[in-house]
């Protein structure tokens, strides 16, 4: 499995940005999808999480209401699109996967499998 993240550049506060992340190797429709970030010094933390259909998502609380994930299927794809970006959203933002993800273990990062490169994120005040 490969994971080809981009999209990431510098914003100014109160922008909005869109990141994608390209899968390929396997059945890209059996795999939860998620974006974490790590922020200089920080932990890397989760950001967002989708399920194989789409049909269900999970946001970390810095992310409701500003954050959407989503993905296509038919284009093995998954997108972060980011709008009322704050200068606390500066990260490196990193998309995975995993086939295995639960509430429980969701923001694990020791449970995904595969792992994006990274792309920066970055916003001015």
């Known amino acids: 499995v490969q994971l080809q993240a981009s999209g990431g550049g510098l914003v100014q506060a109160g922008g909005s940005l869109s990141l994608s992340c390209v899968f390929s190797?396997?059945?890209?429709?059996?795999?939860?999808m998620a974006w974490f970030r790590q922020a200089p010094g920080k932990e890397r933390e989760l950001v967002s999480v989708i399920s194989t259909s789409g049909a269900n998502v999970r946001h970390a609380d810095s992310a409701k209401g500003r954050f959407t994930i989503s993905r296509d299927n038919a284009k093995n794809t998954v997108y972060l699109q980011m709008t009322s970006l704050k200068p606390e959203d500066t990260a490196v933002y990193y998309c995975?996967?995993?086939?295995?993800?639960?509430?429980?273990?969701?923001?694990?990062?020791?449970?995904?499998?595969?792992w994006g490169q990274g792309t920066q994120v970055t916003v001015s005040s």
């Open positions: 995975a996967a995993d086939t295995d993800i639960t509430f429980a273990n969701m923001r694990r990062v020791s449970e995904y499998d595969y």
């Open positions: 190797g396997r059945a890209f429709s059996r795999y939860y």
